[in-house]
């Protein structure tokens, strides 16, 4: 099995940034992608970003470009995520993902976090 743990979120002003962890476990030779999704109240599950795994092929959601990067660490099996120019709008909870697909399109990851809160204040 894999297990993905969340770290980083919590209470910032607009304009603010944070950095996002997630640290996988057990199996992680399956993974070849990981990534973020968020979910805002009453909001559909979303995108944020993904990366390969082996060749840090990045994509990000359209909202986010320019602000936000993905980035991972091999040897620690982490993927991590900086927030910067946070928005209002980015408030949502994030979820890491995992996925054994070799495509940096992440669809329908087959590991999840539990997720971390991120809010952003006016």
């Known amino acids: 099995q894999v297990q993905l743990v969340e770290s980083g979120g919590g209470l910032v002003q607009a304009g603010g940034s944070l950095r996002l962890s997630c640290a996988a476990s057990?199996?992680?030779?399956?993974?070849?992608?990981m990534g973020w999704f968020r979910q805002a109240p009453g909001k559909e599950r979303e995108f944020v970003a993904a990366?390969?795994?082996?060749?840090?092929?990045?994509k990000y959601a359209d909202s986010v470009k320019g602000r936000f990067t993905i980035s991972r660490d091999n040897d620690k099996n982490t993927v991590y995520l900086q927030m910067n120019s946070l928005r209002p709008e980015d408030t949502a909870v994030y979820y890491c993902?995992?996925?054994?697909?070799?495509?940096?399109?992440?669809?329908?990851?087959?590991?999840w976090g539990q997720g971390t809160q991120v809010t952003v204040s006016s």
């Open positions: 993902a995992g996925d054994s697909s070799l495509s940096i399109v992440l669809q329908a990851p087959d590991y």
């Open positions: 057990g199996r992680t030779f399956s993974i070849n992608t």
């Open positions: 990366i390969s795994k082996w060749r840090g092929s990045t």
